[in-house]
């Protein structure tokens, strides 16, 4: 990582920054290693502006972490693919000589002054992909939906996507792992979900008649001109991964009109964003349990006893939300003295 790409990352911030609003920057890696770090766009939300880079160089992470802490309120760290980094190259040298780690390892043991997250990039790739496809064709229910690449993107997507009602074809090149990986989601899934994943050990006959068609390898072109020849002309084409698609796929695919996309992942990092703040929000001010002289109570997803009284917050309640039953869920029938706590509750926090 030079001095340059540094200077990229510090320009990028003051970027940031001008919007004025709550700065969030992103740090992650791909399974793809290519020739250089780079930074990936500025999405401008409601309540904040976020940015960040994909790195491939992980010698100064710790210097590229040490650069930013502060100067943005919050840095996510991926905490999915693992990276080779000597305890040496860490100032601490927290992590035992030739320790496989992740960019959140290094993050959570240098980082002081932003507040720190770990994040799941694929998981929010699945969960955009799953999003789009659920509102691009309405439903899913009954659409056949071939996927070539079954790794941790693509299995994550098969299994959501087949409890949706969803016929999922599958083809991975390596067939042993494939039927195990395809076995092993059949067995999760929900014994009500009526269809079940199918592996194919060809591609074309995989992705035959499919109503979508997605490529989830990492910088392998794994949908080819034949592939595309073979499709119906309403597929939808999704490249989920990186140059999923051959130059003469391209081509034809836009002779014939076809649709290919590549999913954008903003809606899905940007309702993460959403989440973390408020789960923060919850576990800082609102989430335990409180002792009152008449009754406890608690909220933020505290496990409340047999007749605690559940709010929206313990700190300043607006909000009854029921009497905990001690088993985890709500009383359906209230007692006299629960009914009494609830009165008592209202009165003295002046809830209406």
């Not at 693919?81 to 040298?93: G, R, V």
């Amino acid at each position: 990582m030079d001095e340059d790409f540094l200077n990229s990352v510090l320009e990028r911030i003051l970027e940031l920054k001008s919007f004025e609003k709550k700065t969030v920057f992103s740090i992650s890696t791909t399974t793809k290693q290519e020739d250089s770090a780079y930074l990936t766009p500025i999405r401008v939300c409601k309540d904040f502006v976020l940015a960040g880079c994909i790195i491939f160089d992980q010698k100064n992470l710790s210097s590229l972490l040490g650069k930013i802490d502060g100067s943005v309120d919050i840095i996510l760290c991926d905490s999915e693919k693992t990276i080779p980094l000597h305890a040496k190259e860490l100032n601490h040298a927290p992590v035992e000589k030739s320790e496989k780690v992740t960019i959140s390892d290094v993050g959570f043991q240098t980082i002081k002054k932003s507040d720190i997250f770990e994040f799941k990039p694929n998981d929010l790739t699945v969960n955009a992909a799953w999003c789009f496809l659920s509102q691009r064709m309405k439903y899913l229910s009954g659409k056949k939906i071939c996927i070539l690449g079954a790794g941790n993107i693509g299995s994550k997507l098969a299994l959501k996507l087949v409890e949706c009602g969803a016929e999922i074809c599958i083809y991975r090149r390596n067939m042993e792992k494939g039927n195990l990986i395809i076995n092993g989601l059949n067995l999760i899934r929900p014994e009500s979900v009526n269809t079940k994943i199918q592996f194919y050990s060809d591609a074309a006959q995989a992705s035959s008649m499919a109503d979508v068609l997605i490529g989830t390898s990492s910088g392998f072109p794994i949908i080819d001109e034949n592939i595309v020849n073979n499709l119906r002309r309403d597929c939808l084409i999704i490249d989920l991964g990186k140059n999923n698609l051959t130059k003469n796929a391209i081509k034809i695919a836009t002779e014939y009109s076809m649709n290919i996309y590549r999913t954008d992942v903003s809606p899905a990092i940007e309702s993460f964003v959403y989440e973390l703040l408020k789960t923060q929000d919850i576990l800082k001010h609102s989430c335990g349990k409180k002792h009152l002289d008449f009754c406890s109570i608690v909220s933020g997803g505290y496990f409340g006893g047999c007749g605690d009284i559940v709010v929206d917050s313990i700190g300043s309640p607006n909000r009854v939300l029921g009497v905990a039953q001690g088993n985890g869920v709500l009383k359906q029938v209230l007692n006299a003295t629960d009914k009494d706590n609830i009165k008592k509750l209202k009165d003295y926090f002046t809830i209406e």
